[in-house]
């Protein structure tokens, strides 16, 4: 199944990506549902989905792999995305608060 998200097929993908994130988000599993939510991030055409994704995606690479410099990146990309969204305040709070953290210039 995991073969799938790679697949050049789009509702495969979308697909495998479906049934694969329950399955990795009730497993804890950090690595997988990154994986996962980039894809649907890829596939997504709304921009206020992507928005939601990123911000998930964000959430894991900062508090799942440790990684929050790219946190940073996906919380920026995020609030790009999310200029219509009517969480966009949630998410400059998170931009804002990891900046600060991590000592990055906002």
């Known amino acids: 199944m995991e073969r799938l998200l790679d697949d050049s097929d789009i509702s495969l993908r979308f697909a495998a990506a ?3 994130e329950p399955i990795y988000r009730a497993s804890g599993d950090g690595p ?6 980039r894809v649907f991030i890829e596939l997504a055409e709304d921009a206020g989905a992507r928005a939601g994704y990123r911000a998930r995606l964000a ?5 799942k792999l440790g990684d929050k410099q ?6 920026a990309a995020a609030i790009r995305d999310g200029t219509s969204d009517p969480n966009l305040g949630q998410l400059l709070d998170n931009y ?10 906002m």
Request: net charge negative; aromatic share 4%.
């Open 59 to 63: 959430e894991i690479e900062e508090n």
């Open 32 to 37: 997988r549902l990154a994986r996962v939510l």
């Open 18 to 20: 479906e049934t694969l």
């Open 96 to 105: 804002e608060r990891l900046a600060l953290a991590s000592g990055s210039t």
């Open 70 to 75: 790219a946190a940073l990146h996906t919380w």
